[in-house]
């Protein structure tokens, strides 16, 4: 979004979507068919829309935290958030006769109650978001247990599952899904001034209610907006495996939200949101899980390829390495002039 | 009492120190002798930080010598200062809230056996050196526990230590109330009997006359004089310290314009706030410009909050245009027309990542509301228009604001304010730490808006400034509005004179 606002492609920009181009065109040239996209009844297949399919969760509670890092918070909760939505989602499947619209509806709503009330914490109470969203974080999996009495509680529900694993204009319909919240968020963040109030918030809270913004308001927004997407997510997780996990739904997603809000150059201090970038950090996650797995290298490797390409990614980021990087390329231009 | 004829303890010789673009400290020549209180006092950049930094090592001087009991010493950082017997209390008190009284009062020099702290001797050694500021509280009691004042004295009592023979105490009773003063002031008395050299810097004049024996001056760098306390007048004190000579200034002849008979817009009525301003009345006319005038920490910034409700006030009333109105929070201000630049550009001013149109925009785009977004066309033509006419030096309008310079930064504080078309401008120092040609340039815009009818309240240290632009002066000294200077009275030395009355 900033880039089309400003104009500015600098590095720090760009580094993200040439690593997420790096990283598929490496993966082609060790996986054979890695590029290739095959129709199947009409409904596209192929490992690049299985990396959109598995990327969704992450993307749109990545899109949550992306606004609550812009206003210097952050989420911890949403991981618990999933599995209390994939709860409530699986509980009134399995055992009401209600239509699965107002399910989903129930679903999304539990999912702002408790957006709002991390919101109230911070932006009420003034409890540090770390703190604040800490605590649903450490109880969300209980109050999970308590709606599924304990068990993994199955379900069958043809709509819900098929936002789980269905179809929509020869795509996974739980990406169209995400596309469609992506670009709405984007839409209602620039093309009216409440992302910039809430850039303002994250960059100086002071300037801010000396302009006369609101922040406290706009602060528990953003809580019941990160809740919402985590609601979504959670529906998608719990229709994807047909069943609601309250302990392993969603586990540990939380942190591949912060690092793709990271990897798309956001300053946990706040200040700014990169809602696309973000989205790119979160494909840039689950490609390399895609491509990890596909390549053949033995599980146990996996999270430490991983990290260390993150790393490698952050690297590339950093404002050191990029002042080495161009003080190199000048002295390296001065030689050959000479 | 100090004997002029004892050997100074310390004595500092043509320090020279120098900032890019800035003399911090230029030829400066003092001495300090053991068993005196020695005030020193200038306004912001005067160079008394940047002294104390050079004698506490923090700074190294470019130039000069600094000779301790006769012989010349080397401060090249704070542990040489602290060995040469030199102790500093900050403002802001240095120590570790959470922690016990003991364990800060020996955190950097904890007693040992085999390397594991010897809590017990930890104890007694805190206790002595409570005693010596005369504190008797549990050394076991949380920092946190106690007042600021009692905190002070700890800070105190640490730098004392064993064998401190100058201590400095850098604006010790800004956060203190007059109890707590007094106190802090019989142990100054305390420490300077038993011979020990007091540096102390203020920016309370009473406080200078209570408690120094001698004050040194410092503007822009340079060392103005030292005097002895008992035969400087204040009205004298003021004038070397804001560079005026009252000899040399005359009742300048102004031209008034007539602003008596113009509608009030703004008018305070014992406004105040508990602990930041004592009641305050306060009329604002159409096209009126009213300076704020008063030393450093007189209440000048206090004023505008509470006239704009960055702060709310806890006694008084306000009326708007005639109507009593609540002004008590920035957005309530907005809606009636105020406009308020504080002082503190960096933390209350610019939000520095977002770029300088999102930040000249900001407060127009608020007062509309979230929903209603200023289409980009017209924020770009606002923004070109503004950039232009204020002459701000950017190379784009997408650069973030942190990017430009001070003066820059300013102006596009001041376009953020002008483009809401506001009825009053609070202007809290328009013009500190901004260069020349930013400070002209501001002033100008300062006259051209009053002379469209707009009213405006600026705070200023600058006394020729308020002198040049204002048609009343509101004049305040410790929290309070001591006098208000009104038409061809004004002359910066009917204004000196009433901020050392």
């Known amino acids: ?338 | 009492m100090t004997d002029v004829n004892q050997p100074p303890l310390l004595s500092i010789e043509h320090i020279n120190k120098r900032f890019p673009g800035v003399r911090a400290l230029n030829d400066v020549s003092l001495t300090f002798h053991s068993g005196e209180v020695h005030a020193l006092l200038g306004e912001n950049g005067a160079g008394k930080s940047t002294l104390i930094k050079v004698l506490t090592g923090i700074y190294a001087k470019d130039s000069g010598d600094i000779t301790l009991d006769g012989r010349k010493v080397h401060i090249k950082n704070s542990q040489d200062a602290q060995n040469s017997g030199i102790r500093t209390v900050y403002q802001e008190i240095n120590l570790i809230p959470t922690m016990t009284v003991a364990e800060n009062l020996t955190l950097l020099d904890q007693p040992r056996r085999f390397g594991m702290i010897r809590w017990r001797s930890a104890q007694s050694q805190a206790r002595e050196m409570l005693a010596r500021v005369g504190l008797d509280i549990d050394p076991n009691s949380l920092l946190v526990s106690h007042s600021i004042a009692v905190q002070q004295m700890v800070a105190i009592a640490r730098a004392l230590g064993s064998k401190a023979r100058l201590l400095i105490l850098d604006e010790p009773t800004a956060s203190l109330d007059s109890d707590e003063i007094a106190r802090l002031f019989d142990l100054m008395r305390q420490l300077k009997a038993q011979g020990m050299a007091i540096i102390f810097v203020t920016h309370f004049l009473d406080q200078v006359y209570a408690i120094s024996d001698t004050i040194s001056v410092l503007r822009n760098g340079s060392h103005v004089g030292t005097f002895k306390t008992s035969a400087l007048s204040q009205t004298e004190l003021v004038g070397h310290m804001l560079g005026k000579d009252l000899d040399m200034l005359q009742h300048e002849q102004r031209d008034i314009t007539e602003t008596e008979e113009k509608p009030v817009v703004l008018s305070l009525s014992q406004v105040g706030k508990t602990g930041m301003l004592k009641p305050v009345d306060l009329n604002l006319r159409q096209g009126e410009i009213v300076g704020l005038a008063g030393l450093l920490g007189s209440g000048r910034t206090e004023l505008c909050e509470l006239a704009y409700g960055a702060a709310r006030s806890d006694q008084g009333s306000k009326t708007w245009l005639g109507q009593s109105l609540p002004i008590n929070t920035p957005k309530q201000a907005i809606e009636q027309g105020i406009a308020y630049c504080p002082e503190d550009r960096k933390h209350r001013g610019i939000i520095a990542e977002l770029s300088v149109r999102e930040n000249l925009i900001l407060a127009l785009q608020s007062s509309r509301g979230w929903w209603s977004r200023i289409p980009m066309a017209e924020q770009q033509a606002v923004v070109s228009e503004f950039i232009e006419r204020l002459s701000i030096k950017t190379s784009d309008m997408e650069k973030p604001i942190g990017e430009l310079s001070g003066g820059n930064q300013q102006k596009v504080i001041l376009a953020r304010w002008l483009v809401t078309n506001p009825k009053l401008l609070i202007l809290d120092e328009p013009t500190r730490g901004i260069d020349v040609g930013a400070h002209h340039d501001i002033l100008n815009i300062i006259r051209e808006l009053c002379e469209e009818g707009m009213s405006l309240l600026v705070a200023s240290s600058e006394v020729e400034e308020i002198v040049a632009f204002a048609h009343r002066v509101v004049v305040l000294r410790d929290r309070g509005k001591v006098s208000e200077i009104v038409g061809n009275q004004i002359s910066q030395k009917s204004i000196i004179q009433a901020i050392a009355q």
């Open chain 1, 1 to 338: 979004m900033r880039l089309k606002r400003s104009m500015r492609w600098e590095a720090r920009t760009l580094a993200p979507i040439i690593s997420l181009f790096l990283l598929i065109v490496g993966t082609a040239l060790v996986v054979p068919g890695f590029l290739k996209l095959s129709i199947v009844d009409g409904h596209i297949y192929g490992s690049l829309i299985d990396i959109l399919h598995r990327s969704t969760p992450t993307a749109l509670i990545a899109l949550g935290m992306a606004v609550v890092i812009g206003t210097k918070g952050i989420d911890l909760s949403v991981g618990a958030i999933i599995a209390i939505c994939g709860a409530v989602t699986a509980v009134l499947t399995a055992s009401t006769e209600l239509h699965p619209l107002i399910v989903l509806g129930c679903a999304v709503l539990v999912g702002m109650v408790c957006g709002l009330w991390n919101g109230t914490l911070v932006a009420v109470f003034g409890i540090q978001p770390i703190v604040a969203t800490l605590i649903l974080m450490v109880a969300g999996r209980g109050i999970a247990q308590m709606i599924t009495g304990g068990q993994i509680v199955t379900f069958h529900s043809d709509f819900i599952n098929a936002i789980g694993n269905g179809f929509f204009m020869g795509l996974p319909a739980r990406v169209v899904l995400a596309a469609v919240i992506i670009a709405i968020t984007v839409l209602v963040l620039r093309k009216t001034a409440l992302g910039m109030f809430l850039e303002a918030v994250g960059g100086n809270s002071e300037t801010s209610r000396l302009v006369g913004i609101d922040s406290k308001l706009l602060i528990l927004m953003v809580y019941v907006f990160s809740g919402f997407c985590a609601a979504l997510a959670g529906v998608i997780i719990a229709a994807d495996i047909r069943g609601a996990d309250a302990n392993n739904a969603g586990l540990w997603l939380e942190l591949d939200a912060i690092l793709a809000v990271v990897i798309a150059g956001a300053s946990l201090s706040g200040g700014r949101i990169y809602l696309g970038l973000t989205i790119v950090g979160a494909l840039i996650i689950q490609t390399l899980t895609t491509a990890i797995l596909t390549s053949g290298l033995p599980a146990q490797y996996n999270l430490i390829v991983k990290a260390s390409i993150i790393l490698l990614v952050l690297l590339l980021q950093s404002k050191v390495t990029q002042d080495f990087i161009k003080a190199r390329v000048q002295s390296f231009r001065r030689a050959s002039d000479a």
